[in-house]
């Protein structure tokens, strides 16, 4: 018999029954223990309060008051063939209290690796993103960064009259934290998944625009060439009760189909503690991955979208504060913030998913979601938590 | 003009040229057609995306809206 040391328990006894064997169980419990039991199926309600416990027929389990003269029938019949399979003491059981946890206020030693990458444990992951191709729709990346030398990179412009060079910088910065190195030069190891293959695609203009045509060409283009993962740091706002775009929603849907998983950043809007802005389009779209920002002490980013309406929920956080990566310009790297900059991270842990797993579409979500380390905030801020390398 | 986006449905994606071309025909000018989305992306002029939706076979038809980098920028 499992009896529990510590915990208080109640002096009854909860038997587990062969399944589809009430009768013969009925029959057994008597006979071994004397015990006579009635079933959640008697109605009448003397027979249940003359017996001296209950089967529970759905979950094939009896529980009964046991003499200390008829636990050791009870326990030989646990050795013995027949129905009764295990016997435990029940225990008592309260309301789970809530307690506060402490925010991991201890600064974090940047010399080796981001704070971000330590946050999603990737410095501790021996997968490195090798074999995937990762996409990163964006402003373009800077094709010759010396951080990047030596790394595959495939790119294509989807802005008319620019080449897919990033003079804005933004795009190098998310394809630095998504891909890039784990020993730079100089400064900190940045990139979650510094062996994937690096699809760099321009649907933002030098000027940081775009239209909805060049973000589906670019996800259409990441689809051909077989990319797992899509990561768009890009966005438009909306405002509460406005409904998602089924056209967005029906292609993430599709490359989902064909084994491409789209992370796209929540946005920026919010202005916490006051004002909670709802998730921008498309990442409000139910099949497109939400990421919201959090800190270097686990909290939530001021600007930081939330779950405001039905759809458009936020489904996973990471970090998005003070993030080191590339630039397009000297020095080469970078601190900036933002849900766009929690989104790379989201996307490079997915994969190294990919490759740990061979996870791909919906099944790299779950992973994502399963995996993530809960966080004690909102649902509706943080959905499933802040995601960890596997 | 305005810039449009339309979505096909599953059971035409076999048929996306004969879609197209009824599209063409109801007044769009066609940027891209996205095979594996499903998708056809272009222009109609103001007032022209009725035509579009009910040409048979589209799902839905959406104006494309302005997608930006997103602020705030730097630390």
């Not at chain 1, 695609?201 to 909805?212: E, H, P, R, T, Y």
């Not at chain 2, 040409?55 to 980098?69: A, F, I, K, T």
């Amino acid at each position: 018999m499992s009896q529990p040391t510590s915990t208080e328990t109640t002096g009854r006894y909860l038997v587990l029954l062969e399944s589809g064997s009430t009768a013969a169980s009925v029959r057994e419990l008597d006979h071994v223990a004397g015990i006579q039991v009635a079933s959640t199926t008697d109605t009448v309600a003397e027979q249940i309060a003359s017996s001296d416990g209950l089967i529970f027929h759905e979950l094939g389990i009896a529980l009964v008051d046991a003499t200390p003269d008829q636990l050791p029938g009870l326990n030989r019949a646990v050795d013995e063939p027949g129905p009764v399979l295990a016997v435990e003491a029940e225990r008592v059981v309260h309301a789970i209290t809530a307690t506060d946890q402490d925010a991991d206020v201890t600064a974090v030693d940047e010399s080796a690796f981001t704070w971000g990458l330590q946050a999603v444990r990737a410095n501790l992951s021996t997968a490195t993103g090798k074999g995937i191709r990762v996409a990163v729709l964006d402003t373009g990346f800077t094709v010759a960064h010396a951080d990047f030398v030596g790394r595959t990179v495939t790119t294509s412009s989807f802005i008319p009259g620019e080449a897919v060079d990033d003079a804005h910088g933004h795009g190098t910065h998310c394809v630095g934290v998504s891909c890039g190195p784990r020993k730079p030069a100089s400064g900190p190891g940045y990139g979650v998944a510094y062996e994937a293959e690096i699809f760099a695609g321009k649907v933002l203009s030098n000027a940081g625009s775009g239209s909805d045509g060049g973000i589906l060409a670019g996800i259409e283009w990441a689809i051909a060439n077989g990319c797992a993962v899509i990561s768009m740091s890009l966005g438009a706002a909306t405002r509460p009760g406005t409904a998602y775009s089924a056209i967005f929603e029906q292609a993430a849907s599709r490359a989902l189909a064909k084994g491409t998983l789209i992370i796209a950043a929540a946005g920026n809007e919010s202005r916490r503690p006051g004002s909670v802005n709802p998730v921008g389009h498309p990442a409000n779209c139910p099949s497109i991955m939400a990421v919201g920002a959090t800190d270097v002490q686990g909290a939530l980013g001021f600007f930081s979208c939330g779950t405001v309406d039905a759809v458009g929920a936020v489904d996973v956080v990471a970090p998005g504060v003070d993030v080191y990566s590339s630039w397009n310009a000297a020095p080469g790297t970078k601190r900036l913030q933002g849900t766009s900059m929690a989104t790379p991270h989201v996307a490079g842990v997915a994969a190294l998913m990919a490759e740990r797993y061979g996870a791909r579409g919906f099944e790299l979500w779950a992973r994502l979601a399963q995996t993530a380390r809960r966080l004690p905030l909102p649902s509706t801020d943080v959905g499933a938590g802040l995601v960890q390398a596997p | 003009m305005e810039k449009v986006v339309v979505s096909i449905a599953d059971d035409r994606l076999d048929r996306l040229p004969e879609v197209v071309a009824a599209l063409r025909a109801a007044g769009l000018v066609v940027d891209d057609v996205l095979e594996a989305l499903g998708l056809v992306t272009g222009a109609v002029r103001a007032g022209g995306l009725a035509a579009l939706a009910a040409v048979d076979g589209v799902l839905d038809v959406e104006r494309q809206r302005g997608v930006r980098v997103l602020p705030p920028e730097g630390p």
